[in-house]
């Protein structure tokens, strides 16, 4: 009938909708104006730090100190700490290739032309990444570190003229992409010191990731508060308006498809969600943590914790709260992890993640079957009246009105809904929905083989062959829908 098919392309027209507005909601900023080489040479001193209310009192370092890469070498990345204020500006992690089998470890982090790197540091009256100038260069036992045991530390230390003694200490675990990040403050002054953490993340807005309205990629920040579980605040966001929001715990993070950065704060504290975009189009969003103040003769200790690598549903809320929704299921994650703990489910008995998706989709449409047969039912019924239908056009003709009528009154006695084909499909939508958020956002799917000439289940078909045979499914389902009179 006319009615079902107006129906049915309303359904198709609202999935359509929410698709695009997803994509709409997340897609990548357009490349800016590129950063000429004065502002590349320039900006590795321009790194931005937290304002106080206190001057910054530029205290020049000993001639002698002279900066340099740290390299930490774990199980899962190796990473590159900078002893000038002691950034991470280099993050490869070893589980995951820059492309499929080519065994070249992906580079999340870099201090390169797509600048992207973490930073953290000591603000406040007397913290010490505000009074030294071009921040404070710490030293270290060695340049080279490797985990060979459950955990690793690496201490970087400095002291200033004053008698302010500074470790900061980098905890490592196994098999882990947290990184504890200690600062343990020794004040051998002769006054009372206040001192702020503060962790922030710097990226590059000049190289943008390309999306498609099918495969959404969103690059740029987010952040939680105890107001707002997740919010996202792209670059666009960034270069218009800074951001300033005080909460309890609360953690900040740069997102892009697979893999997230991400400090976290004390949950017991009252710290500052705040971003800031520079001139060298870098956008930054960070925290900063309570004063912390310590005596003369007296030790304190401020930290939070740093990740970097996969979205993995679980680790990240282990983390913090609501980290786990930097895996973006939009506003049917109440579904969509359900299904993702189905999925992982079924993968540990089968160990593909192909065979897996099959098996998740049949039982998917199973638990669903009544809802599919109502819908095939009406539709039967419908075409059923279609003798019926083509008699009361020829009755009434072009009086709409009695045609109406006289339709509603036939559909009353055979006790057919003509929306009854509609409904159950539009019940169905959301459940399948979220199951295509499941696919699109899980890591585990990158870069996972299936079958025959299907190698990357996050990749499209290199020859077109499903996409063809769900035309062709499609067009026979076409078939199957009653005829228009």
């Known amino acids: 009938m ?7 392309f309303i359904a198709l ?5 929410l698709l695009f507005s997803q994509w709409q909601a997340e897609k990548a900023p357009a490349p800016q104006q590129a950063i000429t080489q004065e502002q590349a040479a320039a900006q590795g001193n321009a790194d931005f730090v937290p304002e106080s209310s206190n001057t910054l009192s530029n205290v020049t370092q000993p001639a002698t100190a002279s900066a340099k890469l740290i390299t930490v070498v774990t199980d899962t990345f190796t990473m590159k700490i900078n002893s000038q204020g002691g950034d991470i500006v280099e993050v490869k992690l070893h589980k995951y290739d820059t492309e499929q089998g080519n065994g070249i470890p992906y580079t999340l982090m870099q201090n390169g032309d797509r600048k992207y790197i973490a930073q953290s540091g000591l603000t406040g009256a007397n913290g010490i990444d505000r009074t030294i100038k071009g921040r404070p260069i710490y030293s270290s036992a060695q340049t080279s570190y490797e985990l060979t045991d459950d955990n690793l530390i690496v201490d970087l230390s400095f002291q200033d003229e004053s008698g302010l003694n500074v470790l900061k200490r980098f905890t490592f675990e196994k098999n882990s992409y947290s990184v504890n990040v200690d600062y343990l403050i020794d004040n051998r002054t002769a006054n009372s010191v206040s001192v702020q953490m503060y962790g922030q993340l710097k990226q590059s807005t000049v190289v943008s990731e390309a999306g498609s309205m099918m495969l959404p990629t969103y690059r740029g920040a987010a952040y939680s508060t105890s107001e707002e579980r997740y919010e996202k605040y792209d670059f666009d966001e960034i ?13 900040v993070a740069m997102l892009e498809h697979y893999f997230v950065s991400a400090w976290v704060p004390s949950a017991q504290d009252t710290n500052e969600i705040y971003t800031t975009y520079s001139s060298n189009y870098e956008a930054v969003v960070g925290f900063k943590a309570p004063a912390v103040i310590i005596d003369s003769g007296q030790e304190g200790k401020t930290s939070a914790i740093f990740y970097v690598g996969p979205k993995d549903q679980y680790v990240l809320d282990e983390i913090a709260d609501n980290l786990g929704l930097t895996i973006d299921y939009g506003f049917l994650f109440m579904i969509s992890k359900p299904l993702f703990w189905l999925l992982l489910t079924i993968q540990s008995f089968v160990t593909n993640w192909g065979v897996a998706i099959i098996i998740i989709t049949l039982i998917v449409k199973g638990v669903m079957y009544p809802l599919t047969k109502a819908q095939y039912t009406s539709m039967a019924k419908m075409r059923d009246l279609a003798p019926k239908m083509a008699q009361l056009k020829e009755r009434f003709g072009d009086d709409r009105q009695k045609m109406s009528q006289a339709t509603m009154e036939m559909y009353r006695k055979e006790k057919v809904n003509p929306a009854g084909g509609c409904l159950p499909l539009l019940l169905q939508m959301p459940i399948f929905l979220a199951l295509y958020w499941v696919f699109l956002e899980s890591v585990e799917l990158r870069h ?38």
Not at 13 to 17: A, E, G, I, L, Q
Not at 239 to 251: F, M, P, Q, Y
């Open 2 to 8: 006319e009615s079902q098919r107006s129906l049915l």
């Open 13 to 17: 027209m609202v999935v359509t909708y």
């Open 239 to 251: 270069k218009d308006a800074n951001l300033s929001k005080a909460t309890v715990g609360g953690w």
């Open 448 to 485: 996972a083989p299936f079958v025959f000439w299907i190698q990357d289940l996050s990749a499209m078909d290199p020859y077109f062959v499903l996409p063809i045979l769900m035309g062709a499914s499609m067009y026979v389902m076409q078939k199957m829908q009653p005829m228009t009179i």
